[in-house]
T-cell receptor
Framework: QQQVKQSPQSLIVQKGGISIINCAYENTAFDYFPWYQQFPGKGPALLIAIRPDVSEKKEGRFTISFNKSAKQFSLHIMDSQPGDSATYFC????????????FGTGTRLLVSP | GAVVSQHPSWVICKSGTSVKIECRSLDFQATTMFWYRQFPKQSLMLMAT?????????EQGVEKDKFLINHASLTLSTLTVTSAHPEDSSFYIC??????????????FGPGTRLTVT
C-alpha cells in the first residue's frame, strides 16, 4: 500500500513534443504529490507538486493532472526541450509523522533535438 | 533560498574503514532530515529520518549500527558508514524539511555524495 507505481520506465520525445509520465498509488491517506527532476550525479530537485483538493496545477511548461478517484497523477511537459532530458520521479506523502516521501521507480526522459 | 549542501561530493575509501558524510541546511532550520541511498538507474531508497536532538528512525532493513546518523543541530546532520564494504558503494543523498516555515511537506535535497569502497 506504500508503493507508488510509475510508468513508463523510459521515454523518448522529439523536441517540441509533449512528454507524459504517469503514476498510481494505493494509499488513500497520501495527500501530497510532488514531481522531482534529477540529472546524472545530482540530487533531485522539486519541479511541481499538487494536493488532492485540485485536479490540475500548471507551472510554466509543467502540468500535474490529478485523478483522485482513480488514484493516479501524471506529469505533462509541454514543448519538451533537450535540456529536459533527465530522470523524473513522482512521489507521495501523507500529513502524519515525518511526512516521509514514497518515490516512484523513475522515468528516464530523452528529448531528441 | 532553501539550499542544502553535502560534503564531500565524492569519497573513495578502503574496505573496513569508516566514512562520514555531512549534510547542511544553509539558509533555514532543518527540523527534520532524511537520508537516502540510490543505486545506479534506481530510485531513492529512504534509509532513515532524524529530528534535531533525537535518535534517528531507521527504515526496515537498514542496519543502524552500520549507518550512524547524528542530527546534532538544526543545520547539520551526519551519516557515518562504519566498516564500509564494497556493497556500501552508492550515491547517498540527504534532504531537509523546514518545519518552522508555512510550507509543509516540502523536502529540499542535497547534491548527493558518491561513495566508492575499494
Amino acid at each position: 500500500q506504500q508503493q507508488v507505481k510509475q510508468s513508463p520506465q523510459s521515454l523518448i520525445v522529439q523536441k517540441g513534443g509533449i512528454s507524459i509520465i504517469n503514476c498510481a498509488y494505493e494509499n488513500t491517506a497520501f495527500d501530497y504529490f510532488p514531481w522531482y527532476q534529477q540529472f546524472p550525479g545530482k540530487g533531485p530537485a522539486l519541479l511541481i507538486a499538487i494536493r488532492p483538493d485540485v485536479s490540475e496545477k500548471k507551472e510554466g511548461r509543467f502540468t500535474i493532472s490529478f485523478n483522485k478517484s482513480a488514484k493516479q497523477f501524471s506529469l505533462h511537459i509541454m514543448d519538451s526541450q533537450p535540456g529536459d532530458s533527465a530522470t523524473y520521479f513522482c512521489a507521495a506523502s501523507r500529513d502524519t509523522g515525518f511526512q516521509k516521501l514514497v518515490f516512484g521507480t523513475g522515468t528516464r526522459l530523452l528529448v531528441s533535438p | 533560498g532553501a539550499v542544502v549542501s553535502q560534503h564531500p561530493s565524492w569519497v573513495i575509501c578502503k574496505s573496513g574503514t569508516s566514512v562520514k558524510i555531512e549534510c547542511r541546511s544553509l539558509d533555514f532550520q532543518a527540523t527534520t532530515m532524511f537520508w537516502y541511498r540510490q543505486f545506479p538507474k534506481q530510485s531513492l531508497m529512504l534509509m532513515a529520518t532524524s529530528n534535531e536532538g533525537s535518535k534517528a528512525t531507521y527504515e526496515q532493513g537498514v542496519e543502524k549500527d552500520k549507518f550512524l546518523i547524528n542530527h546534532a543541530s538544526l543545520t547539520l546532520s551526519t551519516l557515518t558508514v562504519t566498516s564500509a564494504h564494497p556493497e556500501d558503494s552508492s550515491f547517498y543523498i540527504c534532504s531537509a524539511r523546514d518545519g518552522t516555515s508555512g510550507v509543509p511537506y516540502e523536502q529540499y535535497f542535497g547534491p548527493g555524495t558518491r561513495l566508492t569502497v575499494t
